[in-house]
């Protein structure tokens, strides 16, 4: 005995859904593209890749500029400050041991903090689909 044929339409597979794009926080904290989510955004510890090898993305084309160094040296350098200053007249430590603390500390902080902002805007870059700005040719 078969099974009588259905009737109606037949129900096709699932759709595959597409690449989820991630978040600008997960984009930054991640190193991931904004388009397809693989981790392929740096080729280095702070430099872009050209591309993105897994969807094919033109990094080049986004312009994500010095705004990132700028902000980030000043609020940075804020804080080494204040942290070097509140060490220094708590317990009064030897010069080398405030160059052997706020060296690497320092270094480690714009690497890090230059990698995420740089990540965050190229992604909210892409999300809003950003582009240079032009005149208004209207009158």
Do not use: Y
């Amino acid at each position: 005995m078969t099974d009588p044929e259905p009737s109606g339409p037949v129900p096709s597979a699932p759709a595959q859904p597409g690449p989820v794009q991630p978040s600008i926080v997960q984009a930054a904290l991640g190193g991931l593209c904004p388009r397809c989510g693989k981790p392929t955004l740096f080729a280095g510890m702070i430099r872009f890749a050209d591309r993105c090898s897994a969807c094919g993305l033109d990094f080049s084309r986004f312009n994500v500029g010095d705004g990132p160094a700028a902000f980030l040296t000043l609020i940075l350098g804020t804080l080494v400050v204040i942290g070097a200053i509140t060490l220094e007249l708590t317990l009064h430590p030897p010069l080398w041991l405030h160059m052997l603390i706020w060296i690497p500390v320092t270094l480690a902080g714009v690497i890090w903090s230059l990698r995420l902002a740089k990540g965050a805007l190229m992604s909210a870059e892409f999300r809003n689909a950003a582009r240079e700005g032009r005149i208004d040719p209207r009158p």
